[in-house]
Antibody, heavy 118, light 109 residues
């Protein structure tokens, strides 16, 4: 059973960089899957942030592309999200998820709330 | 970008009733690449349906998906108490970006 677990340093100050890591267990990050980040502001819907394939190919949401970097660490079987120049609008629960080769999300982490506040 | 519009926003039903949720895409999903998810408060979304009509592993057969092109439906044949939740559709026909609908809340009447 594939499991994903998000981790991060906690609150982020405005204009800072949000950094999260997703540890994958029960499966290899080198498998033919997209490794994705999705966020959900409090009380709102889901927003896809971006994803990375095992080859290193990345896709980003155009609305966030200038601020987002997703990377892989195959040695640790994990992937990471960096979101720069954050504002209060970036406050959300951030989920990591495994995307199938075609693009639906079959496994999700439990999510971690990131608050942007001074 | 493909925009997904879900209706209704809220569905008020009683246990045992049938729920019909709609998801309409702004462009045709040529491969019927549409998924449905269930989300309960404080939990991550759970995959229910992919490919418009294929149930994910472990999903009860009271959940069914149908549709093609731009119009898709999730049907819950008989609502169980654990089915009251928010449901999202997601398209993966065209990326980036992958997009979600705004959600339909199924609440107890």
């Amino acid at each position: 059973q594939v499991q994903l677990q998000e981790s991060g340093p906690g609150p982020v100050k405005p204009s800072g960089t949000l950094s999260l890591t997703c540890a994958v267990s029960g499966g290899s990050i080198s498998s033919s899957n997209w490794w994705s980040w999705v966020r959900q502001p409090p009380g709102k819907g889901l927003e896809w942030i971006g994803e990375i394939y095992h080859s290193g190919t990345t896709k980003y949401n155009p609305s966030l592309k200038s601020r987002v970097t997703i990377s892989l660490d195959k040695s640790k079987n994990q992937f990471s999200l960096n979101l720069s120049s954050v504002t209060a609008a970036d406050t959300a629960v951030y989920y990591c998820a495994r995307g199938s080769y075609w693009g639906y999300f079959d496994y999700w982490g439990q999510g971690t709330l990131v608050t942007v506040s001074s | 970008e493909i925009v997904l519009t879900q209706s209704p926003g809220t569905l008020s039903l009683s246990p045992g009733e049938r729920a019909t949720l709609s998801c309409r895409a702004s462009q045709s999903l040529s491969n019927n690449y549409l998924a449905w998810y269930q989300q309960k408060p404080g939990q991550a979304p759970r995959l229910l349906i992919y490919g418009a009509s294929s149930r994910a592993t472990g999903i009860p057969d009271r959940f069914s998906g149908s549709g093609s092109g731009t119009d898709f439906t999730l049907t819950i044949s008989r609502l169980e108490p654990e089915d009251f939740a928010v449901y999202y559709c997601q398209q993966y026909n065209s990326s980036p970006p992958r997009t979600f609908g705004q959600g339909t809340k199924v609440e107890i009447k």
